[in-house]
C-alpha cells in the first residue's frame, strides 16, 4: 500500500473548514490512481496542496479505496465537435404522443434526448428503448437519491435501456455517489454518471431555506469535488458555475449545462439561465434545452437557431 500523508486546510473555499486530504506517495507496488483527481495541476487549490505535499498530487479521502475506482467512459469524446451533437433536447411533455411527435418533427437535426420525471414516469422505459434503438442518444433524467444500495440498483436497470446519461443527487453523499459510479462502470452499456450539484431553479436565498448558507458557487463546488472524486463521470451545474468549475476540475469530466436561454428569452421558473453562447465559452460540453426549442412556433428552426450559436461559440 502507498504511504499515507495527511494535511488539514481550515477555511479554504469552496471546501470549508477541516476538509482532509490524503496524499498518497506511489510505493514498489502500487498502481496509480485511474480515478479523476479532485483538484487539477492548473487549479490555484491545487497548487496549495501539492506544495504542502512536496509535490505528491492530492485525492480527498471521503470513500476508502474511490482513488482506485475505475471511470466510467466520458460523454464528451474527443471526435465531437459539432452543435448538433452537444444540445440535448428536452422531452419535458406528459405524454408518449407528445414526445414522439416532437422528435419525428425535430428528424435528424436532433440525435440527444432527455426524458425526466414527468414523462418517464407516464409512459416508463419503452420509450427509452425505441429512441436508443431509433438511433437517438438519451439522457435519463431521473435524480436518484437514497440509500447506496438502492441507488447502485436504480443506475444498473437504467444502463440495461443503453442510455447515455443518467443523473444523480450530488448531496446525497460520498458513498451513495460511489454505488452509482460503481453500478455504471460495471454495466455493459457504462452510462456517464452526472451529478446534479444545484439545481438551476434555486438561488442562495432558498439553499438558506434548507440550511445551506454557503452560497450557490460555494456549495456548486462542493458538490462537484465530491462527485469528480467519487467517480463520477460528469456534473450538472448552471453555466454561471461552468468557469469556476473548469478552473478547479479541469476537462477531464463532462460538463452538461440546464437553464439555457436564448438572448432575449423568458426565464420562466429557472433562477439561474445563460444564453448558449456564454454557456459554451464558459465550458460547458453539452446544453440541455426545453422550453425554448419545444414551445417554439417552429421547433426545428429553434433548434437550429441554438445549434449554430454552439457552432459559432466552440
Excluded at 496524499?23 to 483527481?37: D, E, I, N, S
Excluded at 460511489?178 to 455504471?184: D, K, T
Excluded at 453562447?277 to 434545452?289: F, K
Amino acid at each position: 500500500m502507498p504511504r499515507k500523508r495527511r494535511w488539514r486546510w481550515r477555511n479554504s473555499p469552496p471546501f470549508g473548514a477541516r476538509t482532509e486530504f490524503t496524499f498518497f506517495k506511489p510505493g514498489p507496488r502500487h498502481t496509480p490512481a485511474v480515478g479523476p483527481l479532485l483538484l487539477r495541476p492548473h487549479s490555484t487549490f491545487a497548487a496549495a496542496f501539492k506544495a504542502k505535499a512536496g509535490g505528491q498530487e492530492a485525492l480527498p479521502c471521503t470513500v476508502p479505496g474511490s482513488e482506485f475506482l475505475p471511470r466510467p467512459a466520458l460523454g464528451y469524446p474527443e471526435s465531437m465537435q459539432n452543435g448538433r451533437d452537444r444540445l440535448i433536447v428536452a422531452l419535458d411533455v406528459a405524454s408518449e404522443e407528445k414526445a414522439r411527435a416532437l422528435v419525428r418533427r425535430l428528424g435528424e437535426g436532433v440525435s440527444f434526448y432527455k426524458v425526466g420525471k414527468e414523462l418517464f414516469t407516464a409512459v416508463g422505459p419503452a420509450l427509452v428503448r425505441d429512441l436508443v434503438a431509433g438511433g437517438k442518444k438519451v439522457f435519463l433524467d431521473l435524480k436518484f437519491h437514497d440509500i447506496p444500495n438502492t441507488v447502485a440498483g436504480a443506475v444498473g436497470s437504467a444502463a440495461s435501456l443503453g442510455v447515455s446519461f443518467l443523473t444523480v443527487h450530488a448531496s446525497g453523499g460520498s458513498k451513495m455517489l460511489h454505488a452509482a459510479a460503481q453500478a455504471a462502470a460495471q454495466s455493459a452499456a457504462r452510462p456517464t454518471v452526472l451529478a446534479v450539484t444545484v439545481l438551476t431553479s434555486l438561488a442562495s436565498g432558498d439553499l438558506e431555506e434548507v440550511g445551506v448558507s454557503a452560497g450557490v458557487e460555494a456549495q456548486v463546488l462542493r458538490l462537484a469535488g465530491l462527485a469528480v472524486n467519487t467517480g463520477c463521470g460528469g456534473i450538472v451545474a448552471s453555466a454561471q458555475e461552468a468557469a469556476r468549475l473548469r478552473h478547479a476540475f479541469g476537462s477531464a469530466f463532462t460538463l452538461v449545462t440546464p437553464g439555457i436561454r436564448p438572448a432575449g428569452g423568458i426565464a420562466a421558473d429557472q433562477a439561474r439561465v445563460v444564453t448558449p453562447e456564454d454557456a459554451i465559452r464558459a465550458g460547458a460540453d453539452y446544453l440541455v434545452v426545453g422550453r425554448p426549442i419545444t414551445a417554439a412556433d417552429d421547433p426545428c428552426q429553434a433548434a437550429d437557431a441554438i445549434i449554430r450559436q454552439i457552432d459559432l461559440s466552440s
